[in-house]
């Protein structure tokens, strides 16, 4: 396996990237003494150990909110720890940069400073112009739990998925259904939204009750759009919401009321988080496969340091629905049934 990147290269030489591409390539246009001091870096390189890499992590701020320990968060944490088993195997050294998205150039100008060999964005709202930006200077970019067009891309299939868990409340029983999320805005939220949607239209089921609500950043409205879903709908009425972490916080919230799980409210999320098993009623969700979200990014961050000029491709993985107790309506009614 190559020992080194263009980049190993041009840092050796001390030329610019595009120079090395271009001597690598025989262009006759790269003064002689340049291509002598890049064919002597080569050497060089090749002669020595592996180089190893500088990978950074960049994560928005706002994440800090839900998952303070980046390594041990219940989403991001798990695709971190995919991402350092790859890089760790093969010798490379991962470095995490919080940042705002809205910063634009400056969050561009931070990158520049840290002398990153690839850039990993984590996040629904992982910055674009920062994608686009890394990978007009040449720096190898995938983005994670966001499609960005053009650029290496890790989602999962969040319209599937989100289509899958609402048929499955249909199945249920459910006629009165709500799906809440913290925004609408947020691209892999409204692919969720949209799947709810398609499930609720293309369920053949009559007189389906249906509401939407944002609850704000860190679920600010929560208690509100709790105490209005009450309301309008009389049990027995049914929450999608558009994670489990959201899911996780509704349930302490209808709980506190006194409503039972499921057979006041169902309750549903998306994820796959660690907790969502754990809780009293457990949660019915959608499984991400959140270890091998980062593995597959890593990998692929190490084929384009491998090979600069490889064609962008989006990963799109398959999720599963796991069925537990929070939207076992049909037990419930049977169980009531046979009392009867």
């Known amino acids: ?18 120079t090395v591409s271009r001597v690598l ?23 020595g150990p592996a180089v190893p890499r500088r990978i950074l992590v ?12 980046p390594m041990g968060g219940a989403f991001y944490g798990q695709v971190l720890t995919g991402l350092h088993q790859v890089f760790q195997e093969a010798g490379h050294d991962l470095a995490l940069l919080p940042y705002n998205p809205a910063d634009g150039a400056e969050a561009v100008i931070r990158v520049q400073q840290d ?20 990978q007009r200077q040449s720096l190898p970019v995938i983005v994670i739990d966001r499609h960005v067009r053009g650029v290496d891309s890790v989602i999962s299939d969040n319209l599937g998925g989100s289509e899958e868990v609402t048929a499955h409340v249909l199945r249920q029983g459910y006629r009165r259904l709500a799906f809440v999320s913290e925004s609408f805005a947020d691209p892999s939220f409204a692919a969720r939204k949209l799947g709810f949607e398609r499930a609720v239209a293309e369920s053949g089921v009559a007189g389906v009750d249906v509401r939407q609500y944002e609850l704000g950043f860190a679920w600010s409205d929560a208690p509100a759009v709790v105490e209005e879903l009450c309301r309008a709908f009389r049990p027995p009425f049914a929450i999608v919401a558009a994670n489990d972490m959201t899911a996780l916080h509704l349930l302490g919230i209808l709980k506190a009321k006194g409503l039972s799980i499921p057979d006041d409210v169902g309750l549903a999320g998306f994820d796959d988080i660690a907790q969502a098993g754990r809780v009293d009623p457990p949660l019915t969700t959608v499984r991400v496969d959140k ?6 990014a890593a990998r692929r961050v190490l084929e384009r340091l491998e090979v600069a000029d490889l064609l962008p491709v989006t990963i799109t993985m398959h999720v599963a629905l796991m069925e537990r107790a929070s939207t076992a309506l049909q037990t419930v009614l049977q169980g009531t049934r046979q009392e009867g």
Request: no cysteine; hydrophobic share 45%; proline share 6%.
């Open 1 to 18: 396996m190559k020992r080194w990147s263009i980049r190993d290269v041009a840092r050796v030489a001390g030329v610019s990237p595009a």
């Open 58 to 69: 960049a994560m928005p701020r706002r994440l800090e909110t839900y998952e303070p320990d």
């Open 115 to 134: 002398r990153a060999d690839a850039l990993v964005l984590i996040g629904a709202d992982a910055s674009e112009e920062l994608a686009r930006e890394a």
């Open 25 to 47: 390539n025989n262009n006759p246009s790269v003064a002689p003494d340049l291509a002598r001091r890049v064919h002597e870096a080569v050497r060089a390189l090749e002669g």
């Open 291 to 296: 270890l091998e979200m980062g593995r597959l």
